[in-house]
């Protein structure tokens, strides 16, 4: 049995094993759907084969047609797809066979991981039910022998060490552990494909790595064929035989992995390739910082609390999503605050605002105490700090002209005379790189980058000293993002406003931030240049982040082992320490009860932790 | 300790244990039904009071002695002001002495329990009748989606839904009872006599009930399993495993859809007790609502009083028992504990 | 060796698109034209006041295409002039209900606090009673007339529409524009009207169609007890009341109206939800 709460395996090239007969030959598939009428292709002349006991990634931005591809290989498309072509699983020819004899080869034959575990379970049935029934979804096996095997299964997975998490539902699971049941389910019946459809894009970076290596272990163990699916080639061509690049349903490059990562035939495979590489080109020189200048936004020692929501029987919790944050941003400064889902960026950018006020802590914006102002003192400081959403489409009223949506802060403001606004507001228009004419247009008629552009003219209409970004480029595709990036270089230094930048997207605002802060579940981890704080993370935390999206400086660099494992191993963290010693394997009982304070250890570069790592430790 | 996707719960040990929890929940959901118990009885109060001199003088005509007039006062306490009859009313009912008919002095409290048994049979047949057949149609509608049996379920669904329970009642009554003589238009026989019969005379009125809440229940049933079915990942989840599409829509779809049609049953039921008055009227039934139109006739103020904050807080008291369900019923609103 | 399959085109089974729905429109448009306007147009004996001598003439008599009732009226008339009272009855309430209530949720929603609590429980109380119930109790307290009538079913219409538009302002102000808008200190009466107003008010249009179809039943059937339009005014519910007594001899009665009653009904809820599929979809 595979011990699976061992450190995460190093990242060498797989062992070769025996490559078997192919037992998926996938030829000139076509998909298309029939939207209404109208018909729109999806995939278009997708040929690979995929042998026995290896693995095959599919690489490819969202719309590039890799999920479909797999769905179509089970046959798992809605009913207005059109498919055609060739699908031979084990040498039987798939699309050919009735829905009564595809039902009997998925999950049998074939099976499937699916991305986002929260949606892919029932949330009204236990888990060990939802595995137990795929265990016995093919064979004429008794209830209970039917639960011993899903018992044995989830053990294997390893969901089994402290209780027995057969009864419990998927809520209250955390999402690694959700992912674990998912791949549980999908090797219940031993299938000599399994396909693994972005199962690590809903995690967070530590989960991340770990479950990878637990595919490619469960691979092994079962002689299994994998087909894995992701958008990030840099992480799955390390781990694959070969890999096939797609992109708007068409296969753009196809071969061993170790050929397409070194030499890349396509500029788009290229670009993806180098895109993760040149990560350090993109970084910022730091401004020379004008010294002695009063800075524009301090906040110190920031922290708030949810209650959370109460329902008959559930405990009440209380969530600290902010604890004793402190930072300061200086005049026409960009810092970036990164972090996973809930370390409380968002929270902070709400407190910043004060909606709702923080319930300790101060922020001092352009020398006023912001929790001592209230209504229209309030408002009227509102005018200098603004903000941009991470939704393009909800942030903009669906009834409202763009123009009028640009007006509305001068009118409430009262910063622009009426005569004046229209012209200011096309002046606006054409400094987010849209022509004027949209400017009568509902939002419904614009696209999401346009959109995103109309809430940043309308965000710098009062002239503000301080404009927050919310994820502000989270639901744009690849490309609308990177206009969107070099949209707001140009404005950085034409405009003189001090940007805050959210983001879960290390890579992202890498090009675009001065200064860079880490959060991690409500406290700041590190903060300091952008440059320092990518190339030589001092904290566990951010090292561990950073690691995630592949940005090494050597190829080939060890993983160090900076965590242990998706559960916490040690005791739980009392509430005033700091929240990532249980994952931590450097932490020591101060850790656990006393919050570190920001040290700084270098030019600017501060750091939260009682054992900074040394910028040269490699193991 | 509590874990979630992020870890971003700390001790449970926090605030409260869960049996706290529980109790805060149902002293709240107490103190609502009290509330609006109190709000539903005085206005009711209110507003049957607004005109008291009519009482007296309907109840005996225009030739009302002077004596009559004087004891309908003094039962009714009209001298006093309003609010200190309330006051009375409320305490009486408190005690559970809903009043007095004015014209037989009958007490309200016994009216009402001779003749609530029959209404609620009523309405637990029709309720019953209604998703037994509900829940097959949708079922059946959703297996073949778009197709012809889809399309004739939802046009059934819209028409029975937009023809009244009273249209229905006559219709049934044209085509059961009058032409094909098979079942009793009117006539009560209580289930202490016989069982068979009483079932006889009450499935045309269930029946007539039922039928338009069949089309309302069968149509948010096969909307709510069709939504699953196109945009819910564990529906493609569960196909991938290999199962059968009626096992997934049994055992995956229908239970996610229970609490949404607890809601519409819920949101629904005042047309379902609504639909009694006129039911019972139509076939004669010695039910509740047939009593409250005969008081409204008669202007039996108390009777009407009585029997309109009795209906309020059943249907008051029937939300409620809804809203625990779902806490049984949803995990997610139960206890979250790994 | 290629395999094609194409959505599975056997065995489907589509109405025309849209037909549902402009053939709804299309009957809607006429039932109104012909309770509205063709008595003004062609004359016709009048519902009331009918000799009668003249009472209970079979259908398709000459002069009284539906003949005549136990007390002399014509049918027919009886028919149009009850649809038009009925129409008149579901429209009104339906247009207050909207206005008010729509407002009372809006306002409740968006401040929040003690407003929406106070607006909720009051909200909460009334629509403990059942709607029919709370008919019956209101109207009871006076003598019947239409005014007492409409009263009575606004009762049960304004808390309706206040709770959708509660519910649909309270997703509203989740949105991002909502903050947006606040950041740009927009007055609350200029959020109200400008912001919330436009984007609320096509939900409550089609739940106020659907809410049509309601009234209509509700005043059927409050006609229907005698609780409604005073007689000798005709309405559809006063009508198949009638029609019960007379169901044995002459169906048509009983028939003429119920299927009046329902078809209308039927074409409101058919536009309802339409509209509110269009909205749901975007």
């Known amino acids: ?619 | 300790m509590i874990y979630s996707k992020s870890g971003l719960w700390t001790d449970a040990a926090a605030l409260s244990s869960p049996r706290l929890e529980l109790c805060r929940a149902i002293l709240r959901r107490l103190v609502i039904v009290g509330t609006v118990l109190i709000g539903v009885s005085a206005l009711t109060f209110f507003v049957l009071g607004i005109l008291p001199g009519n009482a007296a003088q309907t109840l005996f005509g225009q030739d009302a002695t002077p004596e009559q007039l004087a004891r309908i006062e003094a039962e009714l306490n009209l001298d006093r002001p309003i609010l200190e009859r309330y006051n009375l009313w409320a305490v009486e009912a408190l005690h559970g002495n809903l009043g007095h008919s004015l014209a037989s002095h009958q007490s309200a409290t016994k009216l009402l329990a001779d003749r609530l048994p029959v209404t609620i049979e009523l309405v637990v047949l029709a309720l019953l009748l209604s998703l037994i057949l509900a829940v097959p149609a949708a079922l059946v509608a959703s297996r073949w989606p778009a197709r012809f049996i889809d399309r004739s379920v939802a046009a059934i669904n819209i028409t029975t839904l937009s023809i009244p329970s009273y249209v229905f009642a006559l219709i049934l009554v044209l085509m059961f009872s009058v032409h094909l003589r098979l079942l009793p238009a009117i006539g009560f026989v209580p289930l202490r006599e016989s069982v068979v019969r009483n079932l006889e005379s009450m499935t045309l009125p269930a029946l007539a009930i039922a039928l338009p809440l069949f089309g309302l229940y069968t149509r948010f049933l096969r909307g709510d399993l069709l939504e699953q079915l196109l945009h819910h990942d564990y529906i493609v989840a569960a196909k991938a495993k290999g199962i059968g599409s009626l096992r997934i829509l049994v055992r995956h779809a229908l239970p996610n859809s229970i609490s949404g049609l607890l809601t519409v049953i819920g949101v629904n039921f005042g047309a379902l007790i609504g639909g009694t008055v006129i039911i019972e009227q139509i076939f004669a039934l010695p039910g509740i609502g047939k009593l409250l139109l005969e008081s409204v006739h008669a202007r039996d103020v108390p009777i009407v009083q009585a029997i309109v904050v009795t209906l309020a807080a059943i249907s008051t008291g029937v939300n409620l028992a809804i809203d625990a369900l779902y806490g049984t019923i949803d995990p997610r609103t139960r206890n979250a504990s790994f | 060796m290629t395999a094609s399959s194409r959505p599975k085109a056997r065995g489907r089974f589509r109405w025309p698109q849209g037909f549902g729905v402009s053939s709804a429109a299309l009957t809607l448009l006429a039932i109104v034209i012909a309770c509205f306007l063709w008595p003004e147009v062609h004359s016709m004996h009048m519902p009331v006041g009918g000799n009668v001598r003249d009472a209970n003439l079979p259908l398709l008599s000459s002069d009284h295409l539906l003949g005549t009732d136990m007390d002399g009226n014509d049918v027919l008339s009886r028919l149009l002039y009850g649809g038009r009272q009925s129409l008149l009855v579901a429209f009104g309430v339906n247009l207050l209900g909207l206005l008010i209530g729509g407002t009372l949720g809006a306002v409740a929603a968006y401040f929040r606090g003690f407003v929406d609590t106070a607006i909720m429980r009051t909200i909460d109380i009334i629509i403990a009673f059942p709607p029919l119930i709370l008919a019956i109790a209101i109207s009871q307290a006076f003598t019947p007339s239409t005014g007492t009538l409409v009263l009575a079913l606004l009762c049960y219409s304004i808390p309706a529409f206040a709770r959708v538009s509660r519910a649909s302002t309270l997703r509203l102000c989740a949105l991002p524009f909502m903050t947006a808008a606040r950041l740009s200190a927009t007055s609350h009466n200029g959020i109200l009207r400008k912001h919330i107003a436009p984007n609320v008010l096509p939900q409550l249009a089609s739940y106020a169609l659907l809410g049509v179809g309601v009234v209509v039943v509700l005043e059927g059937a409050m006609s229907f007890l005698g609780l409604g339009t005073p007689p000798p005014n005709p309405s559809w519910g006063g009508m198949i009341f009638h029609g019960q007594s007379a169901m044995l001899t002459r169906p048509h009665l009983l028939i003429v109206p119920s299927v009046m009653l329902s078809v209308t009904v039927l074409c409101f809820n058919l536009i309802g939800e339409a509209l509110r599929e269009r909205l749901d979809a975007k």
């Not at chain 1, 137990?132 to 209830?143: D, F, I, L, P, Q």
């Not at chain 1, 992995?257 to 350090?280: F, I, Q």
């Not at chain 1, 004793?324 to 960009?334: G, I």
Request: hydrophobic letters at 40%; one cysteine or more.
């Open chain 1, 1 to 619: 049995m595979i011990d699976l709460l061992r450190q995460p395996s190093q990242s060498a090239p797989p062992s070769r094993q025996a490559i078997g007969a192919p037992v998926l030959q996938v030829s000139n598939l076509k998909v298309a759907f029939d939207r209404n009428g109208r018909v729109e292709t999806a995939v278009e002349a997708l040929n690979f084969d995929l042998c026995a006991g290896s693995t095959l990634a599919i690489v490819g931005e969202s719309g590039s047609g890799k999920s479909v591809s797999c769905r179509a290989a089970m046959g798992l498309l809605p009913a207005n797809a059109i498919v055609s072509g060739s699908i031979r699983i084990m040498g039987e020819e798939f699309l050919t066979l009735r829905e009564r004899e595809r039902q009997l080869r998925r999950g049998r034959d074939i099976a499937m991981v699916f991305q986002n575990a929260e949606r892919a379970l029932n949330p009204v049935i236990p888990i060990g039910s939802q595995v137990a029934e795929s265990v016995g979804a093919h064979s004429r096996m008794t209830r209970a022998a039917a639960r011993r095997r899903a018992e044995e299964l989830l053990q294997l997975l390893g969901l089994q060490t402290r209780r027995s998490l057969y009864s419990a539902y998927p809520h209250e699971l955390s999402g690694g552990m959700r992912q674990r049941v998912m791949i549980a389910i999908a090797i219940a019946q031993q299938p000599k494909i399994l396909i693994a459809d972005e199962p690590t894009s809903s995690l967070d970076a530590v989960t991340q790595i770990q479950t990878i290596d637990l595919l490619l272990d469960l691979q092994k163990q079962f002689d299994m064929a994998l087909l894995l699916v992701s958008h990030d080639l840099k992480l799955v061509a390390q781990c694959t035989d070969s890999v096939l690049v797609m992109r708007r349903g068409q296969m753009i490059e196809h071969g061993p992995s170790a050929d397409v990562l070194e030499r890349p035939r396509t500029d788009y495979a290229r670009s993806l390739v180098t895109a993760a590489n040149d990560l350090c080109a993109y970084l910022q020189d730091s401004k020379a910082s004008e010294a002695n200048e009063a800075p524009l936004l301090v906040a110190k020692g920031v922290s708030h609390d949810f209650v959370t929501r109460v329902t008959a029987g559930s405990k009440r919790g209380l969530v600290r999503a902010l604890s004793n944050v402190s930072f300061e941003l200086k005049r026409a400064e960009t810092l970036a605050i990164v972090g996973e889902t809930g370390s409380g960026k968002s929270t902070l950018a709400r407190a910043l605002l004060q909606l709702p006020a923080p319930m300790s802590g101060s922020i001092v914006f352009r020398g006023h105490i912001l929790s001592d102002l209230k209504g229209r003192r309030l408002k009227e400081q509102w005018r200098h700090m603004q903000m941009v959403f991470q939704d393009p489409f909800s942030s903009l009223n669906p009834k409202w002209k763009v123009f009028d949506a640009i007006e509305e802060p001068m009118i409430g403001h009262r910063c622009v005379e009426s005569s004046l606004r229209r012209a200011r507001a096309e002046e606006l228009l054409h400094l987010v790189g849209l022509p004027v004419s949209l400017g009568d247009r509902l939002p419904t008629e614009l696209s999401g980058g346009q959109c995103q552009r109309v809430a940043i003219a309308r965000a710098l209409a009062t002239r503000p000293s301080l404009v927050i970004c919310d994820e502000a480029m989270s639901s744009l595709d690849a490309i609308t993002q990177h206009h969107t990036a070099e949209l707001i270089q140009k404005l950085r230094t034409q405009t003189g406003t001090a940007w805050l930048f959210i983001s879960h997207d290390l890579r992202m605002v890498a090009r675009i931030s001065d200064r860079t802060a880490v959060m991690h579940l409500g406290q700041i981890c590190e903060i300091g240049p952008t440059r320092a704080v990518y190339l030589e993370p001092r904290h566990p935390y951010s090292s561990a982040l950073l690691e995630s999206i592949a940005v090494t400086r050597e190829p080939g660099l060890k993983r160090s082992p900076r965590t242990s494992g998706p559960e916490p191993h040690g005791p739980a963290a009392a509430p005033a320490a700091c929240r990532f010693s249980p994952h931590c394997d450097r932490a020591e009982e101060r850790c656990r009860t006393e919050a570190p304070p920001l040290k700084c250890i270098g030019d600017g570069h501060f750091v939260a932790c009682y054992f900074p790592l040394n910028g040269s430790e490699v193991s």
